[in-house]
């Protein structure tokens, strides 16, 4: 199953920058704030038997292109 974030970007548009990845603290406090000035949630869970989070978030509009949030519990 393809994640909704990653939704076939590929085969639609070819290669090219997708996303960037920022290890974070706080990454529901970021997801408040970057939902606070325009950028949404898209998708966001655990990872590494829930050891971390992630979240992406959608700065496709502006941006064209989708911040990945990381942080390590």
């Known amino acids: 199953m393809r994640s909704p974030a990653h939704g076939g970007i590929f085969s639609m548009k070819g290669e090219g920058l997708h996303h960037i990845a920022f290890q974070v603290k706080d990454t529901e406090g970021k997801i408040k704030t970057l939902g606070e000035k325009g950028f949404p949630l898209m998708q966001k869970g655990n990872y590494g038997n829930g050891?971390?989070?992630?979240?992406?978030?959608?700065?496709?509009?502006d941006l064209k292109l989708i911040f990945e949030l990381l942080e390590s519990f």
């Open 51 to 61: 050891s971390g989070m992630y979240a992406y978030i959608d700065a496709r509009k």
